[in-house]
């Protein structure tokens, strides 16, 4: 909501010239955004669309959400099943299954540089030098939307709910910022968000052995900045108008594609495809946005990691306060 409130009138100042917007719209897929906004779903037909009728065909045309929301169905069938051993086995099936796509998404990331080329050289050609100014825009905001996020909502967080001092919390999270900064991967900066809590935090040990690698896994705040923020701004490159019911599909949508986000550098770029296509926005402005995530990225994973510790603190303070 805050990346929805605060990105939308941001992106608004955005200038693209009108000439550059129409040789994208001309360029994109048939049927997608040809006709700006008249070309985008409406709130109904998206909640009807996150139903697959064939999962196969779902995967098969890259519909990520309705193969999201069919997987969480799915596990929550299999947690009921009553047979624990049969429930097992399907486990073991899966995890083996997991193991073996992480690895192929291990070799596709080692050849990800070659296919941003690709995405971004045709896309940069069409809009010349007005790319520059355009993606410097979206760095800049990106960056300092990240960082509002952190002092405007996750410091008050920290200092207010879980009644820390602010120069006591940035003491406990700045090894953990250096870490999550410096590598852009949640993740890697796991280790010292446990070391922070345990030793700088003082909070019980429940939090730094189950909270935080379940916040590892799922809690993504900035990931969810990144999708909302590159659909406004693809949108703006080819003159898409959202209405309010888009922006709050793209809100939906983004929330609930972060759980799907690795922990690995540039992450919720990666799995935004989904994001865009919720509200029937090409994904071939793709290129451009994994072409300069770098900057960005560093920010979002810092305001990942910020939000573990923020929520830290919050559960720490409950937790006595029932003891």
């Known amino acids: 909501m805050f990346s929805a409130a605060v990105g939308y009138p941001v992106f608004a100042w955005l ?23 008249a070309g985008l779903p409406t709130w109904s ?31 929550l069938a299999l947690r009921a099943i009553a047979d624990s051993a049969a429930r097992a086995t399907l486990l073991a099936i899966l995890k083996a299954v997991a193991d073996a796509m992480l690895q192929l998404v291990t070799w596709l990331l080692r050849l990800a540089p070659v296919g941003v080329f690709a995405l971004a050289m045709p896309l940069g050609h069409r809009m010349g030098m007005g ?3 355009a993606l410097l825009f979206y760095v800049a905001a990106m960056s300092a939307i990240s960082v509002a996020f952190i002092v405007v909502v996750l410091m008050p967080m920290a200092v207010i709910g879980g009644r820390q001092s602010p120069a006591a919390f940035l003491r406990a999270a700045a090894p953990v910022v250096a870490v999550a ?66 922006l709050g ?19 919720a770029i990666i799995v935004i495809a989904p994001v865009l296509a919720s509200v029937g926005a090409p994904t071939e402005g793709l290129g451009l946005l994994m072409g300069v995530d770098t900057i960005p990225d560093m920010f979002r994973t810092t305001a990942n990691v910020v939000g573990w510790l923020a929520g830290a603190v919050v559960l720490g303070r409950r937790q006595h306060r029932e003891q």
Do not use: C
């Open 249 to 267: 599909t793209i809100v939906v949508s983004a929330i609930l594609t972060t759980f799907t986000i690795p922990g690995i550098p540039a992450g």
């Open 45 to 75: 037909q998206w909640l009807v669309d996150l139903v697959p009728a064939n999962l196969f065909k779902a995967a098969a045309d890259g519909l990520m959400l309705p193969l999201i929301v069919a997987g969480v169905a799915f596990g």
């Open 181 to 246: 900064f410096s590598s852009r991967s949640s993740l890697a900066a796991l280790p010292a968000s446990i070391e922070a809590v345990r030793s700088s935090l003082k909070l019980p040990d429940q939090i730094a052995t189950l909270y935080l690698p379940l916040a590892s896994a799922v809690f993504r705040t900035g990931g969810t900045i990144a999708q909302v923020l590159g659909v406004f701004f693809i949108a703006r490159l080819y003159g898409l108008d959202l209405t309010p019911a888009h």
């Open 131 to 133: 790319a520059a100014g």
């Open 15 to 37: 200038q693209i010239d009108p000439a550059v917007a129409e040789r994208l719209r001309e360029s994109a897929a048939s049927g997608t955004v040809s006709g700006g906004a």
